[in-house]
Each structure stands twice: as C-alpha cells, then as structure tokens.
C-alpha cells in the first residue's frame, strides 16, 4: 500500500506542476511564436525527451534535492505551513522531489503532443473567433483549446502513464521509505522505486513472487491508462481528417 | 474612446500570452542547464584514462569506466540483433501488406508495449532469462532492451515506407517484379534514409535505460568474461555511483552521465538533422 500511495502521489504531484507549464508551452508554440522559433524550441524541447532518465536522477539528486532542503521546503513551510502537506521535518529528498523530477520528465511529452493536436485545429475556427472581435487570447482559449480539449487530455494521460512507470529519477529523489505520511517532504517510497531496489537481491520465492506482483499491478495499471489514451487520440484525429 | 473592458480584455490578451511564453522558455532553458551543469560538474573528470580503464575501488585515484562503455555496446549490440529483425519486417508487414482490421490490432499493440514502463520489461527479461540460467547475464539484459526497441522499430519502419510514392511500386510491379521483389529492391532501398534514422533514435533511446538492466545485465566491476555473464553497462554505473556515499565516485558519475548524455544527444541531434534536411529536398 504504502507503494502504491507514494506512486500516485508523485504522478499526480508531477502532473499539477506539469500540464500548466505543459500546456502553456504547447499554446506559445503552436499560436504564438513564428514558425521558424516555434520549430527550433520544439526541436529542443524534443531532445529533452530524450535525454536519459537516469541523467535526471542525477541532476535531480545533486541540485533540486539540496536546494529543496535548504531554500525551496523552508520557504513552503513558511508560507503554506498551515496546510498538513508542508509540515515536518525537511531533508530535501521526498515526494515534493519526486514529483518535481517526474514533472521535468514528462512536460516535453505533454508539450509536443499537445503542440501538435493544436496545430490541427483548422484556421477557420480561430479566424471565425477573431472575426467577431475576439482577441487572440480569447480566440485561443474559448476556441482552439477547448477544440482540441481530448487531445490534450490525451497526451495528459500518456503523461501520466509515463509518471508512474518511471523508475530510475524516482528512486534516486524519493527516500526510499515505506511510510504513508500526509507531508510532501516526507520521504515515500514508489512502485516502480521498490521493484529496482529490492529485486535484484530478492531471496525466497514469496519475496520475488511479491515484486514481480507488484510489477503486474505497475502493468495493468500502464496498459488501462495508455490504451485509453490511444484510443482518445485515434478518435480525435480521425474525426479531425474527417471534416 | 476605448472601453475600460476593452483594456481589460486587450491586458490579459497580453499577459497570458507572456505566460505561455515563461513557460515554453522555462522548459527549454532546462535541457540547456542540464547540458552545462553536467558539462561543468563531469568535464572535470573527464579524461583519456577515464574512458579507457577499468574502476578502481573506493580511495583510489584514477580509475574509469572502460567496461561500463564496453558493455553498454554489448547490451545495444544483442538488443539490436533481436529488436530491428522484427521491429523492421514487422513495420513492412504493416506499410505493405496487411488487411483491414489486423494491423490495426498490430499497430495498437505496438503502442501499447511502447508505453510498457522499462522496469517491467526487466522483470519480464529476468523470470524467463535469468530464473531458468540462475545468474544474471548480458544475455537477459539485451532481451529486455531488444523487446523494447521492437515498438518503436515497427513504427518508424512504416512510417518511412509510407512516405514512399505509389507510383515507384506500380512502376516496379509493371515491370513483372513480384511483389517481395518490388518491396525489396525499390520500396525499402527508397525509404532507406528514413528506416535507418528510426533505428538510430531507437538505439539512443534504450542505450539510456537503465532500471531494465539492474537486475537483468546487473553490472559488473571487471570485463564481463562473457555473454551469459553479468556485464557493467553506463547507465547502471551512473546509478550506482550516485548513489553511493564518496566523494570520488559521485565525480565519475557526473562523468560518465556526460558520456552517456553527449552520445545521445548526439545521435538524437543527427537523426533529426538528416531527417529535416531530407524533407527540405
């Protein structure tokens, strides 16, 4: 139990922070930016996507984790110190570190699949907007985003699948702890945290059989939230070719 | 005269776009302190020696990471021979032939496991390699990385036969050619260009993955004597020496992610830069 809490509660730390930002980003490159900047950011924001995650783990445990302990969770802790999330004792790694790593990881998703079922939205949608007066942001936001609003939703939840199967950041930030507790700054422990932890020293056919279940529980929960995702996106896009 | 709502709407006209814009930037600035914080923290400790000798235990000075690099092209090595086979006939399978429903199933499969979380398919590689052989290899490890490269050969494959012009296959086929002739010696050497930058970007993406080894390739502080052996690979090194509590080590972890970093960003960079300059044309 406590690893499926520290699971959902990093994904859904990382999605808050993520699909913001995430959508935001998507919105400046697809109405905004020129095509020439808007293609090189995206070309950037692509090799993000591919940078290893274990070079995040790295980044993450070396300078978001110190950072977190001496400025980030003080400043939380002072500010919002009245709320049960930010109280106890602060040592940087945690949830909150977990969540933001896993955060970083996925907004490069979120971005170009987002990007790209924005830019589909046909022109004369926005220019139907603008023409009854209509500013651009209005158009933006009344119009092409809630046109594109599955898609969107789409590549949220590829995000979130992506979240909670990611391994290697989570490990590294986490505190690897098997403790449900209400703080943020609380160290947790993940699904996917446990499973490389233990299992390579896994002894005893009840403790391997108990981490191979629970990779089966990773699994299926994976494989609900992409094929949902797949088939949103396959309806969308079809019905985008179709007009 | 302007209406004070007119003002309001033409300020948050402004204000959010300038938000949208923080973000975009916000996001792209990241990959570029990445790059110079490992580029400032591993360049240090980056060295001849460093990519050519084998590690030395804890205190000493020196030491590199000869047999992690070794390994990694190991692992890639198998994993290419089991994933591009099938990635690549598979993605011909869908371009050219195929009825209606079946490769549809075929294609939403492939994105499916594609989405399968890494760690799984190392719990996947160890119970059937690693269980029956009672020790971890480099063997399990290339499975488990070859069965991920699978998705993502099948799709790129067809993706790069589509772009193919019917007319080149009508062309062929009136020509008398069978039709395994035609995809052999037209279709697939036409969309080489293409076939070829999936499989690179392929590559560059499991030879950063790093939780399907712990358990499968596991890692190894010597050369790896051999292919049924556990073998050292770069990821798992940048792993366990960050995470490990010396000084010395966490600077050879900055090195190696470095490495690791540069030889992926380098291949991603010119996959995309050959595929854009293709398109120009």
Redesign the interface.
Known sequence: MPFIFGTLVTSALALLVAV???V??A???S???PPRTSNA?T??????A??????Y???G???LVPFLRQYGEPFLKRTLGFLPLFQGPMYGVGMLAGGLVLA?MV??FI?SLSREVMLAVPVEQREAALGLGA????ST?QVVVPFARTGIMASIF?AL??A?????AVT?VIGNDPRINASLFAPGYSI?AV??NE??EATGDLYLQA??EL?LV??AL??VI??LA?IVMITTTQKGSAH | MMHWRDIW??F??YF??S??????L???G??FF?LG??VW?GGSSLSWAFLTHLPTPVGEPGGGMANAIVGSAKLLLLASFLGIPIGFLGGVYLAEFGGRSFPFVVR?TA??LN??????M??FA??IVVLPMKH?SALAGGLALGVMMIPIAVRSTEEALRTVPLMLREGALALGASKWKTIATVVVPAARKGIVTGII?DI??V?????PL??TA?SNRFWSPGWNQPTASL?VM??TY??SPYEDW?RQ??AA?LV??TL??VA??AA?LSVSGRSAH
């Open positions: 913001p930002l995430g935001g980003a919105i400046f490159l109405e905004l930016a950011m070309f950037v924001i692509e090799l993000l591919a940078v290893p995650s274990v070079i783990g790295l980044l445990m070396f300078i970083l907004v490069p971005i500013t651009k942001w209005e936001w590829l699948a992506r909670l199967g990611e391994t290697m590294m996917a499973i490389a299992f390579a981490l191979v990779g990773l699994f994976t494989i992409n094929g797949r | 709407r033409k948050v006209n959010m776009f938000m949208t814009g923080l973000c975009a916000i996001t792209v990241v990959l990445i914080y490992l923290n939403y994105d499916l989405g399968v979380p890494s760690i799984v190392g719990i160890y119970t971890f970007l560059a993406r030879a950063g993955e790093t939780a712990l358990f596991f990821p940048v792993f960050a995470i966490h972890a900055w992610g690791l970093l992926v960003l991603n960079v995309k």
